[in-house]
């Protein structure tokens, strides 16, 4: 997909990685972007192209809403997300219901709802933000991680359920970027204009996954090798963080 002149949706596009997706779509000729927040008077792009829409990834009636106003729609980026640091043992069990409400059945909910708009639009893309901690967990990110776990097979499955109807399902993978849900990480973080401008540039190309960083194809190339290996290396790196 060329996103020149597309119609596009932004899930929490009202600071970091999603403001970044709305500049990006714009600076690349999309001809309209609905951003939307839970709060939309947050919302501050002064761009005629962009429309400011309610949509609370915890609230279906929102998410209906969002799907019955944005008709046109021919591409959805799901970036919306929280990390709430809870742990999953000893960590608050509404804390960890909240991160899989919102990582996983918010994104399949805008998901299933658009999946229809997208169809009648003529197939278009829909595109997951994830993160390196879908394939590996790290301490104080329990609950986060089970959670981008989860939404990154969703992310697979949804691919092959939605081929048939002409839509590409991207996921998009990261490690840290410097962002206000980041703000409390010490180590390396990279700028979060990257994370559009590559995954646009992979919507382009057809691809299917986005590696953005080093960090993140660091951790995909371990999948393979030895656990116990990889975790005695990656607390030695978070460690020097």
Do not use: C
């Not at 933000?129 to 989860?150: E, H, N, Q, R, T």
């Amino acid at each position: 997909m060329n996103v020149t002149d597309q119609t596009a949706l932004v899930t929490g596009a009202n600071r970091g990685i999603g403001r970044q997706y709305v500049l990006e779509l714009l600076e690349r000729g999309a001809s309209k972007v609905y951003a939307t927040a839970r709060r939309p008077e947050s919302l501050d792009f002064d761009d005629t192209r962009v429309v400011p829409l309610r949509l609370d990834l915890l609230d279906h009636e929102s998410v209906l809403a969002a799907a019955a106003a944005a008709r046109d729609v021919t591409l959805v980026v799901n970036n919306a997300g929280i990390s709430t640091g809870a742990t999953l043992v000893t960590g608050d069990l509404a804390a960890i219901r909240r991160e899989l409400d919102t990582h996983f059945w918010g994104t399949l909910d805008v998901i299933r709802e658009f999946s229809p708009v997208l169809a009648a639009n003529g197939g278009g893309a829909v595109v997951n933000v994830l993160s390196a901690l879908s394939w590996f967990a790290a301490p104080g990110a329990g609950a986060y991680a089970a959670a981008k776990a989860a939404e990154w097979n969703l992310t697979n499955a949804v691919r092959l359920e939605l081929a048939a109807q002409g839509t590409l399902v991207q996921g998009v993978l990261l490690g840290a970027a410097d962002t206000d849900i980041m703000a409390g990480y010490d180590g390396p973080k990279i700028d979060p204009r990257d994370v559009p401008r590559r995954s646009l540039d992979g919507l382009a190309a057809g691809s299917i996954e986005v590696i953005v960083d080093d960090w993140t194809a660091m951790v995909k190339a371990s999948l393979s090798g030895d656990r116990a290996a990889f975790y005695t290396k990656i607390t030695e790196l978070l460690g020097a963080a």
